[in-house]
Each structure stands twice: as structure tokens, then as C-alpha cells.
């Protein structure tokens, strides 16, 4: 099992529309690496749902409910489905994911910009932990 940050403006795909939806397809991504990350994802690895822009705070937990498709945008890129599990109690904002020593290496603070990553299993259970 691998572990896997998604990153949205809230203004445009939010974690409320998300919920409403249960379920979506997570396509536009046009990042090679991101693309990577994406045809790496495998059904049921749990996904944090991350609100970058204004809010930039891990916000709630998905998992892959299907893997790598081609991008129905674009079938140059793909594309995965994603299914909504629970919303944090208490978002992890970004200057506290900056302040835990223990999240120091995450990827999203060395390449901010990148829209799906990957994340260890220690980073993402103590995400969770910061969230209840």
C-alpha cells in the first residue's frame, strides 16, 4: 500500500464538492511527475485531500477507487477515481505541517507546486493524528 496527497483550489474542486459527490475522477493533471505519481496509485491506498491556495490545510481523506485511466479530457494524460472516506476533525494547516518536526521531509515542502505526491506512512498517520 502506498500513501498519496492530492492538492486542489477550493474555489474550484473543494473538499465539500467532493463530498457531495462521494466519488470523482481527479483528471487535469498536466505534471510529468504528478502523471507518475497518478499511473502509481493502486485501488484502496488512502489519499489526503489537501486545499491549497487560501486555506493550504490537509482537509479530509480519500482512497483510490480506481487506478490510472486515460485523462477523459485528454487521453494523453491520465487520470484516476477517487472516493471520499472522512474530513478531518481539525484541518492540518500548512505552518503546522512547517512546525512538525516529524513532517520535515514530506515532498510538498520541497516541491510545492506539484499536485499529487506521494507521502510516507509515518507522514500520512501523524497528518491524521493532528487532524482529530
Same mark, same amino acid.
Given at each position: 500500500?502506498?500513501?498519496?496527497? !492530492?492538492?486542489?483550489? &477550493?474555489?474550484?474542486? @473543494?473538499?465539500?464538492?467532493?463530498?457531495?459527490?462521494?466519488?470523482? !475522477?481527479?483528471?487535469?493533471?498536466?505534471?510529468? *511527475?504528478?502523471?507518475?505519481?497518478?499511473?502509481?496509485? *493502486?485501488?484502496?491506498?488512502?489519499?489526503?485531500?489537501?486545499?491549497?491556495?487560501?486555506?493550504?490545510? !490537509?482537509?479530509?481523506?480519500? /482512497? !483510490?477507487?480506481? /487506478?490510472?485511466? &486515460?485523462?477523459?479530457?485528454?487521453?494523453?494524460?491520465?487520470?484516476?477515481?477517487?472516493?471520499?472516506? *472522512?474530513?478531518?476533525?481539525? &484541518?492540518?494547516?500548512?505552518?503546522?505541517?512547517?512546525?512538525?518536526?516529524?513532517?520535515?521531509?514530506?515532498?510538498?515542502?520541497? *516541491? @510545492?507546486?506539484?499536485?499529487?505526491?506521494?507521502?510516507?506512512?509515518? /507522514?500520512?498517520?501523524?497528518?491524521?493524528?493532528?487532524?482529530?
Amino acid at each position: 500500500m502506498n500513501y498519496w496527497m !492530492v492538492k486542489t483550489e &477550493p474555489n474550484s474542486y @473543494s473538499w465539500d464538492d467532493f463530498t457531495k459527490n462521494g466519488e470523482d !475522477v481527479w483528471d487535469g493533471v498536466r505534471n510529468y *511527475q504528478a502523471r507518475n505519481f497518478l499511473k502509481e496509485m *493502486q485501488l484502496g491506498d488512502p489519499v489526503l485531500f489537501y486545499h491549497s491556495g487560501k486555506d493550504k490545510a !490537509v482537509v479530509g481523506v480519500a /482512497e !483510490v477507487s480506481q /487506478e490510472a485511466f &486515460p485523462d477523459p479530457k485528454d487521453g494523453a494524460w491520465v487520470a484516476v477515481s477517487l472516493k471520499m472516506k *472522512q474530513a478531518l476533525a481539525n &484541518p492540518v494547516t500548512l505552518e503546522t505541517i512547517k512546525s512538525e518536526d516529524r513532517l520535515s521531509g514530506m515532498l510538498m515542502l520541497r *516541491q @510545492s507546486r506539484l499536485s499529487v505526491m506521494s507521502v510516507t506512512k509515518d /507522514e500520512f498517520n501523524v497528518i491524521l493524528g493532528l487532524g482529530k
